[in-house]
């Protein structure tokens, strides 16, 4: 009876084996691999839906509005992945994390001081990616992370896409055409992007978390040595 417990209990934590020890995945690494992947999701989602709509009606006031609330809903949804994502260098972590924080309180500073839809306020003044554009570089970050870590085509792509055209919007170097297309393409891949995560197996999105806890006894032992 007591063997069966074990192989049950090893068959729900398996023992993996890790560049520094041993280590098991528990319910909560899952739990933020899902919330992660949920969070990419819905910010896909939301910039989907918003492309399309910016794309088939582009005069529409009540367009502009529905491209406001996805905005926010694909900000927050980014936000939320940052926090769960596994990422070894936390120096890397805290660098997206702080450059979404300051593309949010930009977004919100440009959505209450300018009297125009923040669509509008965006496409009107390209100015505004200076500030914005931190949310983007964070997810560009994502991208590069999962290119480098997964080696998807799609972030091969979009890697390179985002500051394209956010740096093409913001020196006017594009034509409407071309900023089109590539925000369609941005969309579409992003949408793939998300798919593949929902579907691919758990682990390998956490990573080896025995180089986590490594970093993390370095970190904690340089700190004593500093004192």
Request: aromatic share 12%; with cysteine; net charge neutral.
């Amino acid at each position: 009876m007591a063997q069966q417990i074990m192989a049950e209990q090893a068959a729900e934590h398996p023992i993996y084996q890790g560049q520094f020890g041993d280590y098991t995945i528990t319910a909560g690494d899952r739990q933020g691999v899902v919330i992660y992947r949920a969070g990419l999701m819905v910010a896909a989602l939301c910039f989907a839906i918003g492309t399309g709509l910016a794309l088939w009606q582009p005069s529409s006031p009540t367009v502009h509005v529905a491209i406001s609330i996805l905005f926010s809903g694909f900000t927050v949804a980014l936000g939320v992945s940052l926090l769960t994502i596994h990422i070894y260098m936390a120096a890397l972590h805290r660098v997206l994390q702080m450059f979404w924080g300051i593309g949010a309180i930009a977004a919100i500073a440009i959505s209450h001081f300018d009297p125009e839809p923040f669509a509008l306020t965006v496409y009107h003044h390209p100015a505004t990616i200076w500030g914005i554009g931190f949310i983007f570089a964070a997810l560009a970050g994502i991208f590069f992370k999962e290119a480098f870590c997964f080696n998807r085509f799609e972030t091969k792509l979009l890697t390179p896409l985002v500051p394209l055209l956010l740096v093409g919007h913001l020196f006017s170097l594009l034509s409407p055409d071309a900023e089109q297309v590539l925000l369609a393409s941005w969309a579409a891949l992003m949408l793939v992007f998300a798919i593949r995560k929902a579907i691919q197996p758990i682990p390998p999105d956490i990573g080896d978390k025995s180089v986590f806890e490594y970093l993390k006894k370095r970190g904690a032992g340089q700190t004593a040595s500093d004192a």
